[in-house]
Every structure is written in C-alpha cells, then in structure tokens.
C-alpha cells in the first residue's frame, strides 16, 4: 500500500558505499578462486593486482564521500598509533622486510575506517532502528539493507562457494588432500579458511543488519575445518560477548553434543586433536620436556604423534621471546623486521601468535596500536551478537597466523568499522 500513498513523493533508494565494497571483494574471491583452481602463475598475479587495484577504488571513493561525523571515538588514535609504529619499523631497516608482508600490514587495517565511514552513509543511520518495528514504519521511513537485493543475496553465495569449488578443484587435481594437505582453497591452510568462514559471518551483519544469533552455528563453523584453536576461540567469544543464561544453556547443550561426538567418533575431524592435546599437557605437568632444549624430534617421539601443533606453538614462542628480551632497546620498540621470526627463528616459521609476531617484527608501538584498535572496536561493538565473530578472530589471532590473510583480514577491519560505527549510530541516536 505504501506505492500507492506515496505514489509521487517515493524516491529511488539512496546509494550504499558498502555495495562497492561488497562487489570489489567478490571480484577479488572470483579471480582467486581462478588462480587457486588452475594453480596459474599469471592469474595469481592478477589477483595481487585486483587487490591493490581494489584498495585504491575504494581509497579514492571514500576521500570524495561527504564527511560526517567520521570514525567512532578512539579508532582514529588507535590506528594512528599503528602506523606510526610500523612506519618507524620501516624506517629502521628497509633491507630487513619482507615487503608483500608490508603491504598487506599497511593496506588490510585501513578498511577499518571505509567501514566506518561507508556505514555512516548508508541511508537512515541515524535512526535508532530498534525503537520501531519495521512494520510500524512506511516505506520511505524503512531502513534499506544491501541485502534486501538479490544481485548482493547471490554475490554472498558466490563468496561462499568459490572458495569451495576451487578447494574441489584442488583435490581433483592432487595438489592437495581432505585430510592432510595443507591447501583449503584460497587460503594456506585450514586455520585461515576458518578465519574467512567467521568474517563472512560478520560481514552478512553488516550486509543484513541482522547479526547471526545461533550458538549451534557457531560451533560448527569452529569445527568444520577441524581446528582446535577456532573452536575453542568460538566458545570463549560466545561466553564473554554474549554470555547470558539462554545464550550458555543453549552452549551447554551443544557442547554436550559435541562431547557425545567427541566420546563415539574420537578420530574424526577436530576431535582426533584432543588425544596430542591431552598428552602434551601431561608431558609438560610431569616435567618430562624442557621446551628450551628439547628438539622437534624429540617432541614427536615423546609424544608418539607427528601432531606437535600444541608444544610447537610453546617452544616457538619461547624462543621467539628470548631473542625478543636478548635485543636492543631501540629493537625492543621497532623490531626486528617484518619477516624476522622466519629468518631468526629455528624452525623458519612465523610464530602462530600475531600478537607475538608484531610485537617481535614491528616492536612495541605497533603492537600496542593494534591491540587498541582491537579493543575500540570491541568496546564500541558491545556485549552482542554482532561482536561475537569480531571477538573470534581477536582470539584467535594469539594462536595462528592471520595478518597474512588479505581477504579475510579486508573482511574483518570493513565489517568491525562498520558494525562498530552502526552499533554507536544506534546507542547514541537523536531523540
């Protein structure tokens, strides 16, 4: 009826500059799943190129949008401190840089504010849009979401099955295998494809304006690539985001599933993790390993399991911490180098830590800009749905390797500015 009531007042809807992200990243995921599913050297440079060719689209759309109020409160500190950070540890030592690593430190945080700035533009901000149902609202007065289209419905669904196809490509071919290879797709391993899974999660908040609110999802979006550590980040997120009494009823069920699982089908998937997990954990309480002088060899006969993903990450850290405390001052601020814990390290490997990983290559001071990011972000997002895939990857980053991840981490800084600016729009509407 409204078409009817307001037949010469309706106008067109107003554009929303998260749609332009939105098609850049599909685009993106199109030509990487391309590369990844043909193993072509050429295509995988031509995704590097869309990368940068999308961060500069997006860069020079956002410097011609009107300005508003701007980034919440704090961000814009927070990721100054950052660069500042990362621009005197380039400084430092240019020689000592990995410079594709460099790039995507520089150009991953950024989107934090094209989604800040991008949601502010997106029609009716400013209405607190939990005061009326929608029902209540005429058709000019509804909030409009980039989901409501069907061209932006599909590109979802192609965000989330290229990746797929080109995993099954992958192991039609033999490059990689179900169980042991180390490729998922576009991504490295199964700890970065899990990281993608949970910022499409947020990301489908920011596209929908209808965070995720299953505790059951959650879950098996934490266990399906069989990863421990996305699991238990998962559950320590659901807990401290939205951890009222429905919300750990419902977790407490599931988890009772899961440990049923767990006791029929200890082998499978991320259950067949438990076993090493448990025997590191008794090596290390009955002191049978010194983890600063034992050796790898040594850990796998120990522990009659090639699975050393628990007591790596230990001795990997250890190591990396006391060549971190045996450097200079001036080290100890700037760091080592982006790619220093590859080339200083024993096992040539980054640390599995990101935290660790910045603190050691960039110093101090960038390390305590992303953790304030982080922590702005969270604290704007709150206690909610919308927070419990953005509090995920916060975790997890202290496990595994993230920041390497362009697409997933563009995903993750778009969606946290977004839904943090959105979450402050609402709290702080006018009367």
């Not at 947020?202 to 304006?209: E, Q």
């Amino acid at each position: 009826m409204a078409s009817l009531r307001y037949p010469l007042t309706r106008r067109l809807p107003e554009p929303n500059p998260s749609g332009l992200f939105f098609a850049v990243t599909v685009v993106y995921v199109l030509v990487l799943a391309l590369a990844a599913a043909s193993g072509s050297g050429l295509l995988k440079a031509l995704a590097h190129g869309t990368a940068v060719a999308g961060f500069a689209l997006l860069a020079v759309h956002w410097l011609f949008l009107p300005r508003t109020a701007g980034a919440p409160p704090g961000v814009v500190p927070a990721l100054g401190l950052y660069y500042a950070g990362l621009g005197a540890a380039l400084i430092v030592g240019l020689q000592a840089h990995d410079l594709v690593d460099l790039l995507k430190l520089v150009l991953a945080p950024a989107f934090v504010v094209f989604g800040a700035d991008f949601e502010r533009q997106r029609p009716h901000w400013q209405m607190d849009e939990r005061r009326r149902p929608r029902w209540q609202m005429d058709e000019r007065q509804r909030p409009r979401w980039l989901w409501d289209e069907l061209p932006v419905r599909l590109g979802f669904a192609a965000l989330v099955l290229l990746p797929l196809l080109a995993w099954a490509a992958q192991l039609a071919a033999g490059h990689t295998a179900l169980g042991g290879g180390r490729e998922v797709g576009l991504f490295a391993n199964r700890n970065n494809a899990a990281l993608y899974a949970v910022t499409l999660i947020a990301l489908h908040a920011v596209l929908s304006g209808r965070p995720l609110q299953r505790v059951t999802v959650y879950l098996l979006v934490g266990a399906a690539f069989g990863t421990l550590g996305v699991l238990l980040a998962v559950l320590l997120a659901l807990v401290l985001a939205v951890g009222r009494p429905r919300t750990l009823v419902a977790l407490l069920a599931a988890l009772a599933l899961f440990a049923l699982v767990a006791w029929l089908l200890p082998e499978v998937g991320v259950f067949a993790r438990l076993g090493p997990l448990r025997d590191s954990l008794r090596l290390l309480a009955d002191g049978r390993v010194d983890l600063a002088t034992v050796s790898y060899a040594d850990l796998v006969r120990q522990l009659r399991s090639t699975d050393l993903s628990f007591l790596f990450r230990l001795k990997h850290w250890l190591e990396l911490i006391t060549l971190y405390a045996q450097g200079s001052p001036y080290e100890w601020l700037f760091g080592f180098g982006i790619g220093a814990s590859v080339r200083l390290s024993e096992i040539h490997l980054v640390p599995h830590n990101d935290y660790l990983r910045l603190l050691f290559e960039c110093g101090a001071l960038t390390l305590l800009g992303f953790v304030a990011l982080l922590g702005v972000l969270l604290w704007h997002v709150g206690r909610r749905w919308e927070g419990v895939p953005l509090a995920v990857v916060a975790i997890y980053f202290a496990s595994e390797n993230l920041v390497n991840n362009y697409l997933a981490m563009s995903v993750f800084w778009f969606s946290a500015g977004a839904l943090a600016a959105r979450s402050r729009s609402t709290t702080h509407a006018p009367g």
